[in-house]
C-alpha cells in the first residue's frame, strides 16, 4: 500500500482536481486517483473521428468555467489554457431562415429581438451588472446566508418560474421565447417545472459577463492546466486507479470523491449507515444524451447566416417545439424531433481539424439509460437548417448512454449532469444538508456534480468540499 497523506481525492475531472488543488494551496500533501487512462473527466479531448480531427469528449462550451470564482484564482494560463471567443456565442434558428442569437453585447442582443427588446434589458441587465455576486451566490449550496441577498432576490424571482411561463409572460414574439427556451433547456428538466427559467438566466448572464468561450486546442487543456498547476503544488496524479473500495485506499485525513451518488453508494454504500444509504438511493438521476461528434469536409451551410458565425446553435426551432421534446423525455419516449445543442469549434480554432475541413460537436436529450441510436434524428435536424449538411460528413462517432457510461463511471444511464437539477435536488444535493458535501462517513466529503451547484465545468463542487474537509480536519491551514 502506498505512504499515508493528508488527502486523498478519488476522481480527476474537473471537481476533482480543484478539490485536490484546494487542498494543496492549503499545504496538504494530495494524491488524486482517476479511473480512466487520462485525466480530465468530462472535460476531455481526442481524435474520435479520424487522425488529426481533434474533438471534445464531453463539455465544449465553457460559460461556467469562464465565470467561475474558483477558477479565476488560478493561473491556468500559465498552464496552456487559452480561451477562444466566437464572434457569436450562440444562434438558435427558426424555420423562416432568420436565427434568435445571444451575442456578449446585452444591447445587441435586445435590439435583434425587435418588439420584445424593452422586456429583455429589463430581464437581464439589472442581473448582468451584478454577474460576480450572482455567480458566487449561486455556484455554492442553495441552503446559506446571502452575501448580496437584494441581488439574489432579484434573480431568484424569475428564476424559480418555469420557463415557459416566465418566456410567454415576458416575451410576445417567437424570437425571444425560443432563445430563451433553447437556453433553458440545458436544464433537462420539462420546460413547465420550476426552476427551469434559472439555468436560462445563468447561462444568458454567463453569455454577457464572460462569453460561451472554448479553449484553444479542446477542452483537455483545462484539465492539463488544472493537473499542472496540481502538480506544482506538489500533489500526485495516479492513472488507470479505479476504486472499488474505500478500505483499499491508503491512510489519510480526508478522501473526496469525485463520484457520482450512485457510484459512491457503489463503492462505500454497505459502510453507510442505512438512514443515509437510504436517503441517497433517493436522489433521481436527469435524463440521458446521445452524443455524435462528424469530420466534416467544410463548414455547414447554414441558412441563417448568423449560425455561421456561432460557436454553439441550438436546434428545435419554437418553444412550443422545444417543451413538447423535453417533455417526452420524463415520459420515457423519444422525440421525433428532440432538441439538439451543436458546436462547431473548429471555426474559431485551427487546431481542431486539418486545414479546410471542420469538425462538428452535437448531442440530443434522451430519456435516462436510452440506448437508441439518435444519428439520423439528430441530423434531420442538422438538415433542416443547414441543407446538404450530410453532404459535408467525412466521417462519424457515436455515443450512446451505454458507451458515456463506459467512458466515465459518474455518466451512468448517460446522465451528464451527476443528477436532476430539479428544485429538490437543486435545494437537497444530495441530500438535505447545510454541508452536503460532508457524508455520513467520517472523513470522507462528496464533490463531483452530485453535490451544489451541480453539473458544468467549474469547479465549484470540488472548491466547497474541500474548503469544509480543510474547516474539518486542517483548521490551522489557508483556505
Ligand atoms: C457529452 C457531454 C457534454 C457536456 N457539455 C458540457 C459543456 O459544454 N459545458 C459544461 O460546462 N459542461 C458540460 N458537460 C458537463 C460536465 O462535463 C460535467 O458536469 C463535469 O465534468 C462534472 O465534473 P466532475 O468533476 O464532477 O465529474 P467528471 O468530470 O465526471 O469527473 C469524474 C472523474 O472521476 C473518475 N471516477 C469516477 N469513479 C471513479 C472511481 N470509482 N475510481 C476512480 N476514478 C473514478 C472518472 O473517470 C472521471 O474522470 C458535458 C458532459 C458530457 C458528458
Not at 465565470?67 to 477562444?84: D, H, N, Q, V, Y
Not at 420557463?163 to 409572460?169: K, P, S
Not at 453569455?207 to 503544488?233: C, K
Not at 479546410?356 to 442538422?382: K, R
Request: proline content about 8%.
Amino acid at each position: 500500500m502506498p505512504d499515508a497523506c493528508d488527502a486523498i481525492v478519488v476522481g480527476a475531472g474537473p471537481n476533482g482536481l480543484a478539490a485536490a488543488i484546494t487542498l494543496a494551496r492549503a499545504g496538504c500533501s494530495v494524491r488524486v486517483y482517476e479511473a480512466n487512462a487520462t485525466i480530465g473527466g468530462g472535460a476531455r479531448s481526442a481524435e474520435l473521428t479520424l487522425p488529426g480531427f481533434l474533438h471534445d469528449v464531453c463539455s465544449a462550451v465553457h460559460p461556467l468555467a469562464a465565470g467561475s470564482p474558483f477558477f479565476k484564482t488560478l493561473p491556468l494560463e500559465r498552464f496552456g489554457l487559452e480561451w477562444i471567443q466566437p464572434e457569436i456565442p450562440l444562434a438558435h434558428p427558426l424555420d423562416n431562415g432568420s436565427a434568435a442569437c445571444l451575442y456578449k453585447d446585452l444591447d445587441f442582443t435586445a435590439e435583434q429581438l425587435g418588439r420584445d427588446s424593452r422586456a429583455y434589458r429589463r430581464l437581464m441587465q439589472p442581473l448582468a451588472h451584478n454577474w460576480e455576486q450572482l455567480a458566487i451566490e449561486f455556484l455554492q449550496p442553495m441552503l446559506h446566508w446571502p452575501q448580496h441577498p437584494i441581488t439574489l432576490t432579484r434573480f431568484g424571482i424569475p428564476a424559480i418560474c418555469p420557463a415557459t411561463l416566465l418566456a410567454r409572460f415576458l416575451f410576445r414574439h417567437a424570437r425571444a421565447q425560443a432563445l430563451f427556451a433553447g437556453i433553458a433547456a440545458h436544464s433537462f428538466l420539462p420546460l413547465e417545472k420550476p426552476v427551469s427559467s434559472a439555468f436560462a438566466l445563468v447561462l444568458g448572464l454567463a453569455g454577457h459577463a464572460v462569453g460561451w468561450p472554448i479553449p484553444r486546442s479542446g477542452s483537455q487543456q483545462i484539465s492539463i492546466a488544472l493537473a499542472g498547476y496540481l502538480r506544482e503544488l506538489g500533489g500526485r496524479i495516479e492513472l488507470n486507479r479505479r476504486v472499488e473500495n474505500l478500505n483499499e485506499l491508503p491512510k489519510s485525513r480526508a478522501i473526496l470523491l469525485d463520484v457520482s451518488v450512485w457510484e459512491f453508494l457503489r463503492i462505500a454504500g454497505r459502510q453507510m449507515p442505512p438512514g443515509y444509504r437510504r436517503r441517497l438511493e433517493k436522489f433521481r438521476h436527469a435524463p440521458g444524451i446521445f452524443k455524435i461528434d462528424y469530420a466534416l469536409s467544410s463548414p455547414i451551410p447554414w441558412k441563417a447566416e448568423a449560425c455561421r458565425r456561432a460557436g454553439t446553435i441550438h436546434l428545435g426551432g419554437t418553444i412550443d417545439e422545444i417543451a413538447a421534446a423535453e417533455r417526452e423525455l420524463v415520459r420515457g419516449k423519444i422525440p421525433e424531433r428532440p432538441f439538439v445543442l451543436v458546436a462547431q469549434q473548429s471555426l474559431f480554432d485551427e487546431t481542431r481539424a486539418p486545414r479546410g475541413n471542420h469538425t462538428l460537436w452535437a448531442y440530443c436529450h434522451v430519456p435516462f439509460n436510452c440506448d437508441a441510436d439518435m444519428s439520423d434524428q439528430i441530423e434531420s435536424q442538422i438538415e433542416r437548417f443547414a441543407p446538404g449538411f450530410r453532404d459535408c460528413i467525412i466521417a462519424r462517432h457515436k455515443m450512446s448512454a451505454a458507451d458515456l457510461a463506459q467512458s466515465n463511471p459518474n455518466l451512468a444511464g448517460g446522465d451528464i449532469s451527476g443528477g436532476s437539477a430539479n428544485l429538490t435536488q437543486l435545494i437537497a444535493r444530495p441530500t438535505f444538508s447545510l454541508t452536503p458535501y460532508r457524508t455520513s462517513l467520517p472523513g470522507v466529503y462528496l464533490c463531483s456534480a452530485s453535490t451544489p451547484p451541480g453539473g458544468g465545468v467549474h469547479g465549484m463542487c470540488g472548491y466547497h468540499a474541500a474548503c469544509a474537509a480543510l474547516r474539518d480536519h486542517f483548521s490551522t491551514r489557508n483556505q
